[in-house]
């Protein structure tokens, strides 16, 4: 027995010794920031870096958002294919030697089916009104988990076709390399689309919270760190951890003051298909109507309040926001394991002094997850816009059945 787990031991584990070094990706910073920041010192070079690029990215993001719903969504699809790219390339560049058969091809044609999947969901259930005036897209509607599956199911065949003696292992360690980033990756950016639908805000904030407590932890680390905080990320601290939880929590109580006056932030971004066009416009919710909270006693003293007025709103921007403080870091510290595993600085040079795509939206994937589970949790209701619209699909007969079976419902409760 002993020597068949020994045995088994040497087939199934493999020592980090063993993993290929990736070459360290190049300095992608341009020319005109190495000469401008040439006379400092690499900590404060790295710094000027990482602030210029991070004001850019601000920038277009904002331009992003002032485009509208559905750029922000091409932004998401955009962000998860980089991401995705970034993290297949890693295991395509550890395991080259090994030249496996149809790595690449059959990661893509995964992306591309499960992809096709998890938007196809969102179309049925967002574009229902588009859907019904247009007959092929009925038929790729009706039956588009059986088309999903059948797509999925080719690739497995593929997959088991190119299975090459000696390379076992290695194709089922890729097989499951692949599933795991399609999980961390598409699920995720699918998610953030369904946040997305049920109000920009619910976009935004939990967005700006991650992106506002990578900065002020970093800033608060840069200045004032000195205790370190895990292993798996040498250069964070308890200093910048706290300092970047009590920022981002002042950051999205006030973020979210300002986006809850205007219907573009707060509405349900729906799809008018008279006008091919998203719409934000609604009468805003209880959630987005100042109301009026008595302070607690013991703040009384401190405020020399005892009443003010705010959104409730902004009373879920702090859970989020401490969410996004506490818990959304230990996405970058699995990604910075993960990392280490590979023995890789970043996932890619794509941002000079920031890394790869992936290592600035690496805490962003736990906070979409949170913020879906929280709104179906604790804020979503029953939605009749999105009933009504289902309600259209039916035939005629089966829309007068549903007529006359809640007439007659709202008769006997005397409503009627």
């Known amino acids: 027995e002993v020597d068949l787990d020994e045995r088994l031991g040497e087939l199934d584990l493999r020592n980090d010794s063993d993993i290929p070094d990736v070459p360290p990706p190049t300095d992608s910073t341009p020319e005109i920031l190495k000469r401008a920041l040439s006379g400092l010192s690499a900590r404060w070079k790295n710094w000027w870096i990482r602030g210029i690029l991070t004001l850019a990215m601000i920038s277009v993001f904002f331009l992003i958002i002032y485009l509208g719903s559905f750029m922000l969504m091409l932004l998401v699809l955009s962000i998860q294919v980089k991401c995705y790219h970034e993290i297949i390339t890693i295991g395509y560049r550890v395991y080259h030697s090994y030249d496996l058969p149809w790595f690449r091809s059959l990661s893509w044609y995964f992306l591309l089916c499960v992809n096709y999947f998890f938007y196809g969901e969102t179309v049925a259930d967002y574009f229902a009104t588009f859907v019904q005036r247009r007959e092929q897209l009925q038929f790729l509607i009706r039956y588009h988990r059986f088309i999903s599956f059948a797509l999925y199911l080719t690739g497995f065949c593929i997959f088991v076709l190119s299975l090459v ?104 971004v729906e799809y008018n298909s ?143």
């Open 165 to 268: 003696k000696k390379h076992y292992r290695l194709q089922f360690y890729m097989f499951a390399w692949t599933h795991v980033t399609l999980l961390i990756t598409v699920t995720q950016s699918h998610l953030v689309i369904q946040n997305l639908f049920e109000g920009m805000i619910w976009f935004l904030v939990p967005i700006s919270s991650v992106i506002c407590n990578d900065i002020t932890a970093y800033i608060f680390g840069f200045f004032f760190g000195r205790t370190p905080l895990i292993k798996l990320s040498p250069k964070k601290t308890w200093e910048g951890f706290i300092g970047g939880f009590f920022s981002t929590v002042v950051f999205g109580f006030i973020f979210s003051y300002f986006l809850a006056q205007y219907q573009y932030f707060v509405c349900p």
């Open 274 to 416: 008279e006008t091919n066009r998203f719409v934000t416009e609604c009468e805003p919710s209880e959630l987005f109507q100042m109301k009026k909270y008595f302070v607690p006693p013991l703040l009384q003293a401190v405020l020399g309040w005892e009443t003010v007025n705010m959104y409730p709103f902004q009373m879920h921007s702090v859970a989020l926001s401490t969410f996004a403080s506490l818990i959304g870091p230990f996405g970058g510290f699995f990604a910075s394991g993960f990392k280490r595993a590979f023995k890789i600085k970043d996932f890619a040079d794509t941002i000079p002094g920031h890394g790869g795509i992936m290592d600035r939206f690496d805490c962003q994937y736990l906070m979409a997850t949170f913020v879906h589970v929280y709104i179906t949790s604790f804020i979503r209701g029953p939605n009749p816009s999105k009933l009504l619209k289902q309600l259209l699909i039916l035939q005629p007969e089966q829309q007068l059945s549903v007529y006359k079976t809640l007439k007659s419902h709202l008769v006997e409760k005397g409503i009627l």
